[in-house]
């Protein structure tokens, strides 16, 4: 039984190498989660692990696909463009830059909108 993997911050889940190589692989193409476990050699179980955490840092984005014979299943793209971590007075700052496209940002006023008119009324 291998051990549970609970990141604690975004710095555990960027330490992790198969975190990295998915990043990496995913930023030349949407890739699915067998292939992404071919590239790490890792268990199906762990690549879905590691892909939780990143999107809960919006380091991925998931694409349903269809294949051939119609079958849908889900690809994983990387969102994150750049991460600049700096230190002034005392204090640490962490920039993470992700991509989003047209729809994704559209789709996200709209959710605030509704949620602020929800909340007014």
Do not use: H
Not at 23 to 30: E, S
């Amino acid at each position: 039984m291998s051990k549970a993997w609970d990141p604690d911050d975004i710095f555990d889940v960027l330490a992790s190498e198969d975190v990295r190589r998915i990043l990496v692989a995913t930023n030349v193409r949407p890739m699915s989660v067998k292939e992404l476990a071919d590239i790490c050699d890792r268990s199906l179980a762990t690549i879905y692990r590691r892909i939780g955490a990143m999107e809960n840092y919006n380091l991925l984005s998931e694409e349903i696909t269809r294949d051939a014979d119609g079958t849908q299943y889900s690809e994983y793209r990387s969102e994150l463009n750049e991460i600049t971590i700096s230190v002034e007075e005392g204090q640490l700052d962490i920039n993470i830059n992700i991509e989003k496209d047209t729809v994704d940002r559209f789709a996200e006023l709209i959710e605030d909108l509704e949620q602020s008119e929800r909340q007014n009324n």
